[in-house]
Every structure is written in structure tokens, then in C-alpha cells.
């Protein structure tokens, strides 16, 4: 079980690193780009993974959820660790299924 709480917290702890700060990014400079729809969101989340401040966030955000997940008391480890990865999880999916539904619906 340890195991599968750091594999959880390292991708949790990834995704929140990299979609976080790219859509802050993404939404704030929306009036300035000429690119729309997907190829802004997927331009910033590519530029994004070329940048040293998504792996030390990345690292962080891992280093604060594998903590959370050790924690003795449930009700903390419910809060601290598995509601903020299910819910990162589940934005992911969402944008993911997004993502596949316009690809495949505009093609």
C-alpha cells in the first residue's frame, strides 16, 4: 500500500504542478493569443513540461501529498491526501475525455 500512495502522490503531485500554473497562464494571456481552443491549452501544457518550475513544484507537491498520505489520523489523511488526488484525477480525466470527444467529433 505504501507503494501505490507514493506512485499516487508523484503523479497527483505531478499533474497538480502542471495544470495549475498552465491554466492560470493559459487564461490569463487568452485575449493576447491568436491561437484558440486546444492548441492554446496543449501550447502552454507543452511549454510547460520544458520548464524547471514544473518539476520543482512537481517534486513539492509530491513531497506534501507523500506526507499527507503517512499521516496517522484518517479523517487528516482523507483531507490532506485523497480528496486533493481524486480531485486532480478526476480534472485530468475530464480533460482527457474532452479532449478525445472534440477530436473525434470535429474529425
Known amino acids: 500500500m505504501n507503494y501505490l500512495r507514493g506512485m499516487l502522490s508523484a503523479v497527483a503531485g505531478t499533474l497538480f504542478a502542471l495544470i495549475g500554473p498552465t491554466?492560470?497562464?493559459?487564461?490569463?494571456?487568452?485575449?493576447?493569443?491568436?491561437?484558440?481552443?486546444?492548441?492554446?491549452?496543449?501550447?502552454?501544457?507543452?511549454?510547460?513540461?520544458?520548464?524547471?518550475?514544473?518539476?520543482?513544484?512537481?517534486?513539492?507537491f509530491f513531497l506534501l501529498l507523500w506526507a499527507a498520505s503517512r499521516l496517522n489520523n484518517k479523517l487528516l489523511r482523507a483531507f490532506l491526501f485523497w480528496a486533493p488526488t481524486i480531485l486532480i484525477f478526476s480534472i485530468t480525466l475530464a480533460f482527457v475525455a474532452l479532449f478525445v470527444y472534440v477530436r473525434f467529433r470535429s474529425g
Do not use: C
Request: proline share 0%.
Open 23 to 60: 491554466l492560470v497562464v493559459i487564461f490569463r494571456g487568452i485575449t493576447a493569443e491568436k491561437a484558440t481552443g486546444f492548441a492554446m491549452v496543449f501550447g502552454g501544457f507543452s511549454e510547460a513540461f520544458r520548464s524547471r518550475r514544473l518539476w520543482i513544484l512537481a517534486f513539492l
